[in-house]
């Protein structure tokens, strides 16, 4: 079973620049996640989307971040414009409905905002 | 106070010791403990998780989860090599289909080496 794909893997940027990440989630898992990951941190949910529609989108920077999951599968990421403090790995994960204990996490885009 | 502390470390132990890794919260909603794993440049990896108190084994790991405490641990019995990483604790409270409510709510990561 392929696990969750993300591209690109690595990204530099100059503050004010957009950046924009992809997300394929395993086959199958109706609930996708995106986080960040501030370096010596934890994962912080960014959004949630189940099929298609937004569940939690309260910890997403509205001002800047935006995010879709067009047909249900796969999940972009879009920050505009970006500040220093976005520097971060950006992580997509995934899980079956209804089964949030069981999330599978991709490697991850890894963001410097210089 | 913060939701889960979980100390950074470093841990450093040799090949073959035992390792207790631990994670306080404060939340008593919280039902669902996760343990990941996170190799460097990679993402999470779940090892594990438990609903509400008690021990669950899985090869050389078991997890505990002490509620009344609000505190839980992860064990590794003869560590190896491969086994150096970060690891990160989770938890979640219970959502309306009785499962974890997806919220994830991560402590910091402790970085542990294991030393050959």
């Known amino acids: 079973e392929a696990g969750v794909a993300q591209s690109p893997r690595y990204k530099i940027i100059e503050k004010r620049q957009s950046v924009a990440f992809w997300c394929n989630p395993i086959?199958?898992?109706?609930?996708l996640y995106w986080y960040q990951q501030i370096l010596g941190q934890g994962p912080k949910l960014l959004i949630q989307?189940?099929?298609?529609?937004?569940?939690?989108d309260s910890q997403l920077p509205k001002d800047r971040f935006s995010a879709e999951r067009l047909k249900g599968v796969d999940s972009t990421l879009k920050i505009q414009p970006a500040k220093l403090e976005d520097s971060a790995v950006y992580l997509c994960?995934?899980?079956?409905?209804?089964?949030?204990?069981?999330?599978?996490f991709g490697p991850g885009t890894r963001l410097l905002v210089l | 106070q913060k939701e889960v502390e979980q100390d950074p470390g470093p841990l450093s132990v040799p090949e073959g010791a035992i390792v207790s890794l631990n994670c306080t919260y404060s939340?008593?909603?919280?039902?669902?403990f996760m343990w990941y794993r996170q190799y460097s440049r990679k993402g999470p990896e779940l090892l594990m998780y438990?609903?509400?108190?008690g021990n669950k084994e899985d090869g050389r790991f078991t997890a505990q989860v002490d509620k009344s405490s609000k505190y839980i641990s992860l064990f590794i019995r003869d560590s190896q090599p491969s086994d150096s990483a970060t690891y990160l604790c989770?938890?979640?409270?219970?959502?309306?289909?009785?499962?974890?409510?997806?919220?994830?709510?991560f402590g910091k990561g402790t970085l542990l080496t294991v030393n050959p």
């Open positions: 994960a995934s899980s079956p409905r209804l089964a949030g204990e069981t999330q599978y």
């Open positions: 086959s199958g898992h109706a609930t």
């Open positions: 989307f189940q099929n298609n529609g937004v569940v939690d």
């Open positions: 939340n008593s909603a919280f039902q669902y």
């Open positions: 438990t609903y509400s108190s």
């Open positions: 989770a938890m979640s409270a219970v959502g309306r289909s009785g499962g974890s409510n997806y919220k994830l709510t």
